[in-house]
Nanobody
Framework: QVQLVESGGGLVQAGGSLRLSCAYS????????MDWFRQAPGKEREFVAA???????YYADSVKGRFTISRDNAKNTVYLQMNSLKPEDTAVYYC?????????????????WGKGTLVTVSS
């Protein structure tokens, strides 16, 4: 059974930084791509960033150049470093695992989800 647990959310001022972590329990973490999604109040869940099994990355245009996704296969953990945060980044951030080693970017392609961590950016 795979479980994903996010941490690191909180309240930060615009322009600040946060680092989210997602701890993965279960076998074969290193065999799969991992994703971050987010959902703001009243909006649909949207793709933020993904990392393939071998470290390739892909970002939504809205976070490119500000956010960095990384993974530590020895620790079964994926990270999201968020810099230059904006009020529009306020959302619940979810970690997710897809079906394959390669990157996928739509929620329907995710198999496992964490419960999310709230990020609030004040202006």
């Amino acid at each position: 059974q795979v479980q994903l647990v996010e941490s690191g959310g909180g309240l930060v001022q615009a322009g600040g930084s946060l680092r989210l972590s997602c701890a993965y329990s279960g076998r074969t973490f290193s065999n799969y791509a991992m994703d971050w999604f987010r959902q703001a109040p009243g909006k649909e869940r949207e793709f933020v960033a993904a990392i393939s099994w071998n470290g390739g990355t892909y970002y939504a245009d809205s976070v490119k150049g500000r956010f960095t996704i990384s993974r530590d296969n020895a620790k079964n953990t994926v990270y999201l470093q968020m810099n230059s945060l904006k009020p529009e980044d306020t959302a619940v951030y979810y970690c997710a695992r897809g079906r394959a080693p390669s990157i996928a970017t739509i929620p329907e392609d995710m198999v496992y989800w964490g419960k999310g961590t709230l990020v609030t950016v004040s202006s």
